[in-house]
């Protein structure tokens, strides 16, 4: 069989293309995009949150942040390692993050400005990624689809502990309630503007659904999180911030108001309320753990002198 032939036919086949099997350069280069913006998502996705871990309000709600933001980087940390089997070298997608190049996630560039807002990230972002991204279970590539079904499992433990938090400041005093509305009102539209721009909008999914990178079309599971989110909001009391927001049983879904897509295009290209501030806070870590790196090759090339192979080991990025 040909290459081309064998690859289609893997894929036909709904099993996984590995690391050493032949493909085609274009989509090496999807995935290697696709994961790599995933993987950036994860460790800028750390700073709206992390921003809160020195104020949290009590020694139970500080242990649960550190946890979930360590979880984030770790779910950083699988995906660049699943890049890396694709031949993307990690410092070099770094760099490409610091410098713009590549792009993370535009919910990262939204400000945190109570602690409401760490339980409406867990619900709504962490909601709208699970959506996302358990179909991506499926996906063609195997270390990628291996990759996304531990994050999904942790995803979803974010996304009730966020539930839990909101729940629990809805039974608290008005003030809380007013903080947990706030949130939503702030968090909804960007929330459904994170599966991407509309399908007639969207130049890569006709092709990554035909290679089964993806499995649904951003439309698809934008509709799917709204239609799971609906009854989660009338659970919790909040009111979500769309006045076109009703069912509609001849579609047997919600329908919702127009999202503002000059909005996402906007945060997308660098102008949102906290891109810059993002990127700089990602530069500046990097910087700084400049010694960490050298210190990890220094080991390296100590422990590997005198043996056959004086190669000494790559240096692993660290967050
Ligand atoms: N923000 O043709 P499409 C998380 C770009 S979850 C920024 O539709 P595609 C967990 C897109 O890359 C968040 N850019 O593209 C967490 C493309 O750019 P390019 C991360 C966006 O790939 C929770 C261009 O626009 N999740 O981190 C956005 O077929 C809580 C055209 O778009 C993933 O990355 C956007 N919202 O579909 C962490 C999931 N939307 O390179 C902390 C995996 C689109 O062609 C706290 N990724 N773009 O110039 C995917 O499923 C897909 O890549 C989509 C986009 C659906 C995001």
Same mark, same amino acid.
């Given at each position: 069989?040909?290459?081309?032939?064998?690859?289609?036919?893997?894929?036909?086949?709904?099993?996984?293309?590995?690391?050493?099997?032949? +493909?085609?350069?274009?989509?090496?280069?999807?995935?290697?995009?696709?994961?790599?913006? =995933?993987?950036?998502?994860?460790?800028?996705?750390?700073?709206?949150?992390?921003?809160?871990?020195?104020?949290?309000?009590?020694?139970?709600?500080?242990?649960?942040?550190?946890?979930?933001?360590?979880?984030?980087?770790?779910?950083?940390?699988?995906?660049?390692?699943?890049?890396?089997?694709?031949?993307?070298?990690?410092?070099?997608?770094?760099? *490409?993050?610091?410098?713009?190049?590549? *792009?993370?996630?535009?919910?990262?560039?939204?400000?945190?400005?109570?602690?409401?807002?760490?339980?409406?990230?867990?619900?709504?972002?962490?909601?709208?990624?699970?959506?996302?991204?358990?179909?991506?279970?499926?996906?063609?590539?195997?270390?990628?689809?291996?990759?996304?079904?531990?994050?999904?499992?942790?995803?979803?433990?974010?996304?009730?502990?966020?539930?839990?938090?909101?729940?629990?400041?809805?039974?608290?005093?008005?003030?809380?309630?007013? +903080?947990?509305?706030?949130?939503?009102?702030?968090?909804?539209?960007?929330?459904?503007?994170?599966?991407?721009?509309?399908?007639?909008?969207?130049?890569?999914?006709?092709?990554? +659904?035909?290679? *089964?990178?993806?499995? =649904?079309?951003?439309?698809?599971?934008?509709?799917?999180?709204?239609? +799971?989110?609906?009854?989660?909001?009338?659970?919790?009391?909040?009111?979500?911030?769309?006045?076109?927001?009703?069912?509609?049983?001849?579609?047997?879904?919600?329908?919702?108001?127009?999202?503002?897509?000059?909005?996402?295009?906007?945060?997308?290209?660098?102008?949102?309320?906290?891109?810059?501030?993002?990127?700089?806070?990602?530069?500046?870590?990097?910087?700084?753990?400049?010694?960490?790196?050298?210190?990890?090759?220094?080991?390296?090339?100590?422990?590997?002198?005198?043996?056959?192979?004086?190669?000494?080991?790559?240096?692993?990025?660290?967050?």
């Amino acid at each position: 069989m040909e290459l081309t032939e064998r690859f289609e036919d893997t894929i036909a086949r709904d099993q996984r293309i590995e690391p050493r099997d032949w +493909m085609p350069d274009a989509y090496r280069a999807t995935m290697i995009r696709q994961i790599a913006q =995933h993987a950036h998502s994860e460790i800028i996705g750390m700073q709206p949150e992390g921003n809160w871990i020195t104020r949290a309000p009590s020694l139970r709600r500080k242990a649960i942040l550190l946890a979930k933001v360590q979880d984030e980087a770790g779910h950083g940390m699988y995906l660049y390692s699943a890049a890396e089997t694709l031949g993307a070298d990690r410092t070099e997608l770094t760099g *490409k993050l610091i410098s713009g190049r590549q *792009k993370y996630s535009s919910i990262f560039n939204y400000p945190t400005l109570t602690f409401a807002d760490v339980g409406v990230i867990g619900w709504l972002v962490d909601g709208a990624a699970i959506c996302n991204q358990v179909p991506l279970c499926r996906s063609s590539y195997g270390p990628y689809a291996r990759a996304m079904i531990r994050i999904c499992k942790e995803e979803s433990f974010h996304q009730r502990q966020g539930y839990e938090l909101l729940l629990t400041m809805m039974r608290g005093t008005d003030a809380q309630r007013r +903080m947990v509305q706030d949130a939503t009102d702030r968090w909804w539209w960007p929330s459904l503007m994170m599966f991407g721009p509309p399908d007639g909008e969207s130049p890569n999914t006709a092709q990554s +659904m035909a290679w *089964k990178i993806k499995r =649904h079309t951003n439309d698809e599971l934008r509709q799917r999180f709204v239609d +799971m989110t609906v009854p989660q909001a009338d659970a919790l009391g909040v009111r979500l911030p769309d006045p076109d927001l009703r069912w509609n049983d001849r579609r047997g879904h919600y329908d919702f108001g127009a999202v503002d897509w000059s909005e996402l295009k906007r945060v997308i290209g660098g102008a949102g309320p906290c891109n810059a501030q993002r990127v700089e806070h990602r530069r500046a870590a990097h910087e700084d753990g400049a010694w960490v790196r050298e210190a990890a090759l220094a080991y390296a090339a100590k422990h590997t002198e005198g043996a056959e192979s004086a190669e000494p080991a790559a240096p692993r990025e660290v967050a």
